[in-house]
């Protein structure tokens, strides 16, 4: 069984002062009902939780509603860090899943062949994660003001989600990284801790997440490109 978990508990900050950018509408639906689609279309996904902020709970039962949601699915009170929601996700896995597949509820463009590919390398490898190959070139500055050297771009991945692992394999990692009290940005940050392989996953298209204001003109784009080519 292969179960999605849709980390939707960030306050999305760099959006600014109280904008929630998940419920922000483009292309006709909030930000996270388009991410909740991909993985309730995605036929290689069997289950859903979504890891929401406390109380926001009512709100995204409305939202299964009126967007047709209707792929099983549970929701869950998210923790301080995303760790801690991812976490809190793992620990509502219905107990027959063997591979789940973490994705932020911000990048909404997802495609369901990437969702699969990312099933099909973790299911071999243990882990795997969508990524891009880095193509500007990158500079390593010290002091955030003077550049102290440039990095061989040809060994850079920016890596996207989802982020996909046998269940074992990530929960044995974040438990390692719980244990040490440590801070991980990213999924596969803890399973390099415990040294297990992550498989990159090239993300053949965009897969954009919604960060700053000025992501969204480019999202919309793709979305409404998505929706009419459907």
Not at 173 to 183: C, D, H, P, S, T
Request: charged residues 25%; aromatic residues 4%.
């Amino acid at each position: 069984m292969n179960t999605a978990i849709i980390v939707a508990a960030g306050k999305g900050t760099r959006m600014g002062a109280n904008v929630d950018k998940l419920l922000l509408e483009i292309a006709g639906k909030p930000v996270v009902v388009h991410t909740w689609q991909r993985f309730v279309e995605a036929k290689c996904i069997d289950d859903i939780v979504l890891v929401v902020r406390d109380g926001t709970q009512p709100a995204f039962e409305k939202l299964a509603g009126r967007f047709g949601l209707k792929k099983k699915f549970r929701l869950v009170a998210g923790g301080k860090e995303r760790q801690d929601s991812v976490w809190n996700g793992l620990e509502a896995l219905p107990p027959e899943t063997e591979i789940v597949a973490i994705q932020d509820a911000a990048r909404p463009c997802t495609t369901e062949a990437l969702i699969a590919a990312t099933i099909d390398a973790a299911r071999e490898s243990g882990a795997a994660v969508a990524a891009r190959p880095v193509t500007d070139t990158i500079k390593e500055s010290a002091d955030g003001e003077f550049i102290k050297r440039t990095l061989d771009r040809s060994l850079l991945f920016s890596v996207q989600t989802p982020q996909t692992f046998q269940v074992e394999i990530i929960r044995h990692a974040l438990a390692e990284v719980r244990k040490r009290q440590l801070r991980v940005t990213d999924d596969t940050a803890a399973c390099e801790l415990t040294g297990q392989p992550v498989k990159l996953v090239t993300s053949a298209s965009p897969n954009p997440k919604v960060t700053r204001p000025e992501d969204l003109p480019y999202i919309e784009t793709l979305l409404t490109a998505a929706a009419a080519a459907s």
